[in-house]
């Protein structure tokens, strides 16, 4: 009997556990556990090469992740500054050239590259583009992964946007109204008892709302055009071959560190010898020309001819 009632207790207890247990979890806040797409960042050119996860920047380093659907008729300029060893950056500038030429000229193009070796170890490169709004922003996280995967880092980031939408849509109510008051102008022009001073009028400010009209053209043009391209610049700065910036060698950066230096202490030398050396050589010309016997002999006769005027007397008075 005794054995049967504590078995009972013990099953209240454990029904009783479980009813905590399941009300805690209806309690707990729910986390979105889905599975991350990460196919977009990775570029068609660079699928066949795995990236190094160890050297990715966490994600908490990563730039925003907006699309253009959160903002549209925003027309968004994009820019970015990659910082990676100075070796290195030719290469994935290369690469991300040639991710753009694989889109098509329709959907990305190349508006200017510029590769300039700035000091001996120093690397200053850019690449301007125009490209589909659709693919902007992936394009820009294709190219981040290339720079990761030749262990870069994205130095800065910025994405500005200008509301081109709502600018279109206030000009074409200024053309509305454009137009309507042309048409009420020229409705009056077509009536009787028009005198030629009020048709000449009317018919300049007719000749003037035209012009405004085409210049609300060319604006909603412009707008178009930026609504239809998006820019995009990529700076590539390198690391010098100073220690202890980016990810090379150390040993290799410290010797680059002696080279610098001692280059750097050679051109001081030469240039300080430089300047010295001409008037030191001029300075021995005119000693060897001293000592010459024929300078010696004037110099001899100089102090002879002086000698005697030295001595002579002061005349009486």
Known sequence: MKTKLLAGAMALALIGCSEKNS??????????????????????????IPAPPAMAPPPEMRSPNIGITSA??????????????????????????????????????????????????????????????????KFGRDALSSVEKAEGVLAATRISGEDVGTQISDS????????????????????????????AELQQQIAG????????????????????TTPMQFDYVGTGGLPGIGYGNPFSDALNMLVHS??????????????????????????????????RGVRTWLRGAAKP?????????
């Open 72 to 137: 549209p008729g925003v027309a968004f300029n994009y820019a970015y500054a990659f910082r990676l060893d100075d070796n290195r950056i030719a290469k994935v500038q290369e690469e991300h050239a040639a991710a753009c030429e694989a889109l098509g000229t329709n959907r990305c193009r190349i508006a200017g590259m510029t590769y300039r070796l700035v000091r001996e170890n120093e690397v200053e490169a850019q690449l301007l583009f125009k490209l589909d709004p659709a693919i902007a922003r």
């Open 172 to 199: 074409q109510r200024r053309s509305a109204d454009l137009n309507a008051e042309i048409t009420r102008l020229e409705t009056r022009l077509k009536q009787g008892g028009v005198g030629d001073r009020e048709r």
């Open 209 to 228: 709302m035209r012009r405004q009209l085409d210049g609300e053209r060319d604006t909603r043009r412009t707008g178009e055009a930026m609504l239809a």
């Open 262 to 295: 001692g280059s750097v202490m050679l051109s001081f030398i030469l240039v300080v010898g430089a300047a010295i050396l001409p008037w030191a050589a001029l300075l021995a010309l005119l000693m060897a020309i001293w000592r010459t016997p024929p300078v």
């Open 309 to 317: 005027a030295a001595a002579a007397p002061p005349a009486e008075a």
């Open 23 to 48: 009300e805690s979890l209806k309690q707990a806040p729910a986390y979105d556990m889905a599975p991350v797409d990460v196919s977009e960042a990775v570029s068609p050119a660079t699928q066949s």
